[in-house]
Nanobody, 124 residues
Framework: QVQLVESGGGLVQAGGSLRLSCVAS????????MGWFRQAPGKAREFVSVISKSGLTTSYADSVKGRFTIARDNAKNTVYLQMNSLKPEDTAVYSC?????????????????WGQGTQVTVSS
């Protein structure tokens, strides 16, 4: 069973940056595709970014493309989400998720393992 723990959230002004981290334990980290999702109050959970097992392939939601960067360090069992040029509409709880097959899926329903989430609040 994989456990995921996120950190790095907080309050930041519009235009600022944050780096989220997600540390995995209880499994072979390099065998998991890792994704980041977010959920704002009253809204559905939405895809943010995903990275392949090797880290060589990534994908982003259009809303964050060019501002967010996903990366992973398999030696540290950690996936990161660097968020730059933050906007108030980026305010949400951000969660990392893991899946064992190879597809870079954007549907949260396909990820069996989840962290508890970390709050990101962007003030205007």
């Amino acid at each position: 069973q994989v456990q995921l723990v996120e950190s790095g959230g907080g309050l930041v002004q519009a235009g600022g940056s944050l780096r989220l981290s997600c540390v995995a334990s209880g499994g072979s980290f390099s065998n998991f595709v890792m994704g980041w999702f977010r959920q704002a109050p009253g809204k559905a959970r939405e895809f943010v970014s995903v990275i392949s097992k090797s880290g060589l392939t990534t994908s982003y939601a259009d809303s964050v493309k060019g501002r967010f960067t996903i990366a992973r360090d398999n030696a540290k069992n950690t996936v990161y989400l660097q968020m730059n040029s933050l906007k108030p509409e980026d305010t949400a709880v951000y969660s990392c998720a893991a899946k064992e097959d190879w597809q870079l899926t954007t549907s949260y329903r396909m990820y069996p393992y989840w962290g508890q989430g970390t709050q990101v609040t962007v003030s205007s």
